[in-house]
């Protein structure tokens, strides 16, 4: 597998704060990397930084070996990064399946294709962005986000709020993704373990830097460390 994703040494933040300090970390084409850390650590503004949407102080990211820096959020989405921000931006007066064809790019990901892993968006088709569960927003955030027919899914923690039901639902249809399609997966994630096992690798960031790196295994399977470094329950 060749490299995707070469973040090196970037120092970035908002203004002239800074909240990231000098992380690195590569991503092979179809590799899978959970995002773990307390809150306000800065994993949203990590994936954020991969979109262009904070101020770069130092550093440099690579995508497929070009300079991904030169490249604004729009051209950064249509190279290929798919991101599912936390805040899930439907519109109140697009259909569901408008949702889906008004972005939709050719690829492998077609309406079939969404609708076969996401069933219910197939019974929901003609309802209202703002006639969704928070469930099925988030399931339609994640279809929209394939349409495009991403090298890269960005996910910034897809299950909060949700059910524990739809968290199950959601959690089989990223195994899959992450499993069967070839895409890569950066998923940030409150619940240290469910990202965990979802994924082969895991850094852990605290106050803007990262503090551990390894695979999602040996992480999952050190109780102690993970507590220490994420505090789960
Ligand atoms: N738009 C912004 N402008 C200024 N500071 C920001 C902005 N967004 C985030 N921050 C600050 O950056 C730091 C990291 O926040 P970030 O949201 O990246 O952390 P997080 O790990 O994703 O947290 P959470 O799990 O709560 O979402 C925090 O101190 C936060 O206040």
Redo the contacts with the bound molecule.
């Keep these: 597998m060749s490299e995707l994703l070469r973040v090196e040494h970037v120092t970035a933040g ?1 203004g002239d ?1 800074v ?1 990231l300090e000098d992380i690195s970390f590569s991503l092979q084409e179809g590799g899978s990397l959970a995002l773990l ?1 307390r ?7 990590l994936i954020v930084s991969l979109m262009g949407l904070t101020r770069l102080h130092r550093g440099s990211i690579h995508w497929r070996g070009k300079d991904l820096l030169r490249l604004d959020t729009h051209e950064r989405a249509h190279a290929g990064l798919g991101w599912v921000p ?1 805040e899930r931006y439907m519109f109140p007066s697009l259909t569901v399946e408008e949702h889906l064809t008004v972005v939709a790019r050719p690829g492998e990901w077609t309406l079939k294709k969404v609708y076969e892993i996401f069933p219910r968006l197939e019974e929901r088709r003609s309802n209202m962005g703002n006639q969704l569960s928070g469930g099925e927003q988030q399931m339609l955030a994640i279809a929209r986000a394939l349409m495009v027919n991403p090298s890269l899914l960005l996910l910034d923690e897809p299950m909060e709020g949700l059910a524990p039901i739809i968290v199950q639902e959601l959690v089989r249809v990223i195994r899959k993704l992450i499993a069967t399609s070839g895409m890569a997966v950066i998923v940030v994630e ?1 619940h240290a373990r469910l990202a965990l096992s979802m994924t082969e690798r895991a850094i852990v960031l605290d106050r803007g830097r990262i503090v551990h790196d390894s695979d999602s295994a040996s992480l999952m399977n050190d109780a102690e460390g993970l507590n220490r470094l994420v505090a789960v329950a």
């Design positions: 908002y704060s909240v850390g809150n306000g650590v800065g994993k949203t503004s936390q409150q």
